[in-house]
DNA sequence: CTATTATATTTGTAGGACAAATAAAAAGAT
DNA sequence: ATCTTTTTATTTGTCCTACAAATATAATAG
């Protein structure tokens, strides 16, 4: 009820269960616990909530899904680093997210290809170069990349960020990525011209080049990708 | 077990929490449930798979955390559509982050800023810019900005990408962002010299110049983060 | 036909029991 | 005294039963 304009509002609605959950993350914060840190019991919090062992359960669960709590038997619970991507992870599937959704994690991944040039350039060593070189000579030859090429390289990429949530997180986003992009081409092309910019032109500049050449060239390296952007 | 080299690698030990959890998730997408559609109700579901009531609420907990299902008395449970960044949502908080998961999302979010040039002059309206330039014209006279200032300014470019899933995604990195750059600040640098390249340089810039010519600034802008990366 | 009331159904919560899996303590061997 | 093995205690994991709460559906009244 807001009393300024008269407007009704609906009433917080919460289970059990979610106040639980939301009060242990408050608690964890509160207390300042860190990984390996022993945390009270089942019993111990449900008595201090005053709600039954199974709501605490069902909460800890929850918790436990994300990596953030350990259990052992006696000797009970602990503060685990949570996974970060735990919770994408499990709901990044084509077949259940809205077009919406998908759209935009198909941009998303296209965002996340077009940023990550300055740390490729902060963190390359000679070894990446040389086993990017690799993986370029070896696909020079074919007429047409297939999709493991497509990954080898750019996975490699996403490792030479230094940045694991990120290699991961692009990792991830594929399925949905390729999905989206799969319905797009049914309906509007037929074959892929030869890529103005290749994997080894995009190696080249890593190696001589500067970020900026770098994101110069990605852009027309995934200019298909970026042609079907709606306005 | 593997034969081969007689190596000893360690027996699976899910849960029957996390198991119900899993086949639930491959049941929704092998039976191609879309949001609204009734699911059987928890008996069902615990008698099919010899499972206790108990457990498969702590699975559905889950799910539900996960914003997958809903639930109501009488009518059972429905999909719905999953909150994609539910999970992530519930850990992004920068007590209980490892330094390592920080600096990874503190790159992220750079990586993010990065890459949205594409997006911002495809969908760039008349409308988007008269409002923005109200912001930076509010800003124009201040001699440091504040946090607010930064937010409401980056917040907008956000916005404009017309890409809901970023924008939020986003703004959730900003409170381990700022922990991560805070701490960065207090043992290296006392003041911000003014940015070489404006809040009003980047609307220019969006109005009337190319993306490349947006990424190049917006890397300028962002370079008081950009030098703190590590090799 | 619409509105109201009653009923049925499922979820949400509680409490009890005991199996399972350790972690910690005790006992035994050197 | 130290190390290894066995025993015990403790907590989680799973199961069961019961009933309250909140609808969704069916029945009744106007």
């Given at each position: 009820?807001?009393?300024?304009?008269?407007?009704?509002?609906?009433?917080?609605?919460?289970?059990?269960?979610?106040?639980?959950?939301?009060?242990?993350?408050?608690?964890?914060?509160?207390?300042?616990?860190?990984?390996?840190d022993?945390?009270?019991?089942?019993?111990?919090?449900?008595q201090?909530?005053?709600?039954s062992?199974?709501?605490?359960?069902?909460a800890?669960?929850?918790?436990?899904?994300?990596?953030?709590?350990?259990?052992?038997?006696?000797?009970?619970?602990?503060?685990?680093?949570?996974?970060?991507?735990?919770?994408?992870?499990?709901?990044?599937?084509p077949?259940?997210?809205?077009?919406?959704?998908?759209?935009?994690?198909?941009?998303?991944?296209?965002?996340?290809?077009?940023?990550?040039?300055?740390?490729?350039?902060?963190?390359?060593?000679?070894?990446?170069?040389?086993?990017?070189?690799?993986?370029?000579?070896?696909?020079?030859?074919?007429?047409?990349?297939?999709?493991?090429?497509?990954?080898?390289?750019?996975g490699?990429?996403?490792?030479?960020?230094?940045?694991?949530?990120f290699?991961?997180?692009?990792?991830?986003?594929?399925?949905?990525?390729?999905h989206?992009?799969?319905?797009?081409?049914?309906?509007?092309?037929?074959?892929?011209?030869?890529?103005?910019?290749?994997?080894?032109?995009l190696?080249?500049?890593?190696?001589?080049?500067?970020?900026?050449?770098?994101?110069?060239?990605?852009?027309?390296?995934?200019?298909?990708?970026?042609?079907?952007?709606?306005?």
């Amino acid at each position: 009820m807001n009393p300024k304009t008269g407007l009704l509002e609906p009433l917080e609605s919460l289970s059990m269960t979610d106040r639980v959950e939301n009060i242990l993350r408050e608690y964890f914060t509160e207390n300042a616990f860190k990984p390996g840190d022993a945390l009270p019991n089942e019993m111990e919090i449900a008595q201090k909530l005053n709600v039954s062992r199974n709501v605490v359960r069902e909460a800890l669960s929850r918790l436990r899904m994300l990596g953030m709590i350990e259990a052992r038997p006696r000797r009970g619970m602990i503060m685990a680093q949570p996974d970060l991507l735990a919770g994408i992870e499990k709901v990044l599937n084509p077949f259940i997210l809205s077009k919406s959704n998908q759209n935009d994690i198909f941009e998303l991944r296209l965002i996340l290809e077009m940023g990550i040039a300055e740390f490729l350039f902060a963190r390359k060593t000679p070894k990446d170069l040389d086993e990017l070189e690799a993986i370029v000579e070896k696909q020079k030859g074919l007429p047409v990349l297939s999709k493991e090429d497509e990954i080898e390289f750019h996975g490699k990429l996403y490792d030479m960020t230094g940045n694991e949530t990120f290699q991961r997180f692009q990792s991830l986003l594929f399925p949905v990525f390729e999905h989206v992009f799969a319905t797009m081409v049914t309906t509007t092309e037929h074959a892929a011209p030869a890529n103005p910019v290749s994997h080894y032109d995009l190696f080249k500049i890593l190696k001589d080049g500067t970020p900026e050449e770098f994101r110069k060239a990605m852009h027309i390296h995934l200019s298909v990708y970026y042609n079907t952007i709606r306005r």
